[in-house]
């Protein structure tokens, strides 16, 4: 949805070699924002020639544009180069900064470089492109040069543009990384990291430039959780990395530890992998509402390894940094194989999707949109109780289907798929659960 508003500036001569401000209020939940301003510039006039008229330009006014935010940084100046900018956080017109945009009391910068005797007229049109909820498939686990991957930044993030991906975690091991150091590629929301490594485990911390202040090592209980504490304070994201991976297992006790959600899907599907969901299994049969998601750990092409192997979808309003996260705090969120799997809508009564809770027995229903099945892929519900397989598929295509909670709880979904023969099935889609709670 959008919605614009228009400014009107009149600019008297009197005004020329000055600068000065026109204010304008942001509405929330603006994911992006596109301005555009208009004036007489030049005046035409004809000229005799020696074989006719010549139509001469003469420049009479010269305004300068630019931005500011509600916090009084500048955004961005084009002068008068440019007649129109756009701005949202994951990418803006060269030679303005990405931002989020925040509702308040924003500034356009005025410059009234030249204006003519008679003054002139500046019309501001603001477009506003609102946020809503939309599908966005990425990585949340890699590694650059800056550690021990074999590609940049900006080689990675390219190379995850061409696997399909929209969004992408850099989490080189103990090095932090800033936003602003990241590059800018388009279509692509790269999000700042630091895989917190350990000789007793690994975390990811998403989102901030500095997750701690002290350096990355702690020798005891304390020390660590001093590190995730700060982490949690600053508002990262904090994701338990591959539990169970041999030799990286994760050894401190989760009861102690703030985190966001649990990596099980760690690489190719595996034995560790498999460890890692029984354990979230676990967690939700003890009434934890703890979100999953997953990372390819890629550090350069191996057989079934690469960008987005497996890729973590998000609904997220946005795809925006924030925004995603907070999908992913919120359990808004599947697993799939890789960016070309099957993709998952679940619903239960009016608004709830993946992660949300719902009254039991008022809403018992789950509605389940499936696209991208092939021919004989099974699809399993799973609750506390019961694992079921509720739709084999015949053939290529897409599917819906819905399924009845007899009992308050949780039911999350599993696509099973046979990739090659000889070889037992394997996790397709994993999906985080919609919950059913009893009301008191």
Not at 18 to 35: I, N
Not at 102 to 123: E, H, L, M, S
Not at 236 to 249: S, V
Not at 321 to 328: G, K, M, R
Request: charged residues 25%.
């Amino acid at each position: 949805m959008q919605e614009k508003l228009e400014l009107q500036l009149f600019i008297e001569h009197e005004q020329q070699g000055t600068y000065f401000t026109l204010p304008f209020t942001m509405p929330p939940d603006v994911e992006s924002m596109v301005l555009r301003y208009s004036y007489d510039r030049h005046i035409e006039s004809e000229r005799p020639v020696e074989r006719g008229t010549f139509i001469a330009r003469e420049e009479v006014n010269i305004i300068d544009l630019g931005l500011i935010s509600p916090d009084g940084k500048q955004v961005g100046a084009s002068g008068s180069d440019k007649r129109e900018i756009f701005i949202s956080e994951t990418d803006a017109t060269p030679g303005y900064n990405p931002c989020s945009l925040v509702p308040g009391r924003w500034q356009i910068i005025v410059g009234a470089y030249k204006v003519a005797p008679g003054g002139v007229n500046v019309t501001y049109e603001i477009t506003f492109t609102f946020k809503r909820l939309r599908l966005l498939k990425g990585d949340l686990h890699t590694h650059t040069v800056g550690s021990d991957g074999v590609f940049t930044a900006a080689e990675l993030g390219r190379r995850a543009r061409l696997h399909g991906l929209d969004f992408l975690a850099i989490t080189d091991h103990n090095q932090m990384v800033s936003r602003q150091s990241l590059p800018r590629i388009e279509g692509l929301t790269l999000i700042p990291g630091i895989e917190w490594t350990h000789y007793r485990g690994h975390a990811n911390f998403l989102g901030v430039d500095r997750p701690y202040d002290e350096p990355f090592f702690a020798n005891t209980p304390e020390e660590v959780r001093r590190r995730f504490q700060s982490a949690r304070e600053r508002g990262a994201l904090i994701m338990i990395n591959h539990p169970f991976e041999e030799g990286n297992e994760f050894q401190f006790d989760l009861e102690e530890l703030p985190f966001d959600c649990l990596n099980v899907w760690n690489g190719p599907m595996r034995m560790q992998n498999f460890q890692a969901v029984a354990l979230w299994q676990s967690m939700l049969e003890q009434g934890k509402k703890v979100p999953i998601c997953g990372g390819s750990d890629y550090h350069r092409d191996m057989p079934f390894l690469y960008p987005g192997a497996p890729a973590t979808c998000v609904y997220a309003r946005s795809a925006g940094v924030e925004d995603i996260l907070e999908a992913l705090r919120r359990g808004h969120a599947y697993i799939i194989y890789a960016p070309d799997g099957p993709t998952l809508e679940m619903r239960a009564g009016e608004e709830a999707i993946l992660g949300d809770t719902v009254p039991w027995p008022e809403v018992r229903e789950m509605e389940i949109y499936l696209e991208g099945l092939q021919a004989g892929d099974k699809v399993q519900v799973i609750t506390a109780r019961k694992s079921e397989t509720i739709l084999e598929a015949p053939a290529p295509g897409s599917y819906r289907t819905t399924y009845i909670m007899e009992e308050p709880g949780f039911a999350r979904l599993v696509v099973m798929r046979l990739f090659l023969p000889g070889i037992p099935e394997l996790p397709a889609l994993l999906s985080n659960p919609i919950y059913f709670e009893e009301r008191c």
